[in-house]
């Protein structure tokens, strides 16, 4: 069992973004608005793909709000 979590990974992925209005409450800096892509993979075969949007923080890339 302990093996199976170095088999499975997920990578997000910005897809486009723009600037949004507000700060990033932890760092101060601004925000965007970005499309992210997340993608599982089992064995470095891809086998889950979504897309949703979300803010994030254009300095220090922490996740402020989700969409999906």
């Known amino acids: ?3 199976f979590c170095f088999l499975v990974d997920q990578k997000r992925k910005i897809k486009a973004s ?3 209005a ?8 601004g925000a965007k ?4 892509k997340t993608s599982t993979r089992f ?11 979300a803010i994030v923080c ?6 402020l709000k ?3």
């Open 22 to 29: 507000g700060t990033c409450s932890r760092c101060g800096r």
């Open 1 to 3: 069992m302990v093996c």
């Open 33 to 36: 608005v970005a499309d992210m």
């Open 43 to 53: 064995c470095l075969i891809p086998f889950y793909c979504r897309s949703w949007r």
């Open 58 to 63: 254009s300095f220090c890339g922490s996740v």
């Open 18 to 20: 723009k600037p949004a």
């Open 66 to 68: 989700t969409y999906r």
